[in-house]
């Protein structure tokens, strides 16, 4: 049996745009109180804060890969590596810190 909203789809439309603008403003309140800033240590907080909750929310949409998928990736990094498209492992650490 179908589901039907009572509301017309324009309505979710407006709350989408809403919600999104609300999110927008409190990102650019957020920056602007953070420039604002002066001591090292609450910028260093936020730096370590914004850094565990990416991780955390990456971790969380962590899905197991399909060993077909598997199989493709390990194809592809053995010929990335037989083609020279490869970089070290320090080198990409020192990348991902800038």
Not at 14 to 37: G, N, T
Not at 55 to 62: C, D, S, V
Request: aromatic content about 6%; some cysteine; charged content about 35%.
């Amino acid at each position: 049996m179908p589901v039907i909203s009572c509301r017309p789809p324009q309505i979710f439309s407006f709350f989408d745009k809403k919600r999104k603008m609300d999110l927008e403003a409190r990102k650019i309140s957020f920056v602007q109180e953070f420039l604002r800033l002066q001591n090292e240590e609450i910028i260093t907080g936020l730096k370590s804060l914004l850094r565990k909750e990416k991780a955390a929310l990456i971790e969380k949409n962590l899905k197991p890969m399909r060993m077909d998928q598997y199989n493709a990736e390990m194809d592809r990094a053995m010929e990335d590596s037989t083609n020279g498209r490869m970089i070290k492992a320090t080198d990409l650490k020192a990348k991902i810190q800038e």
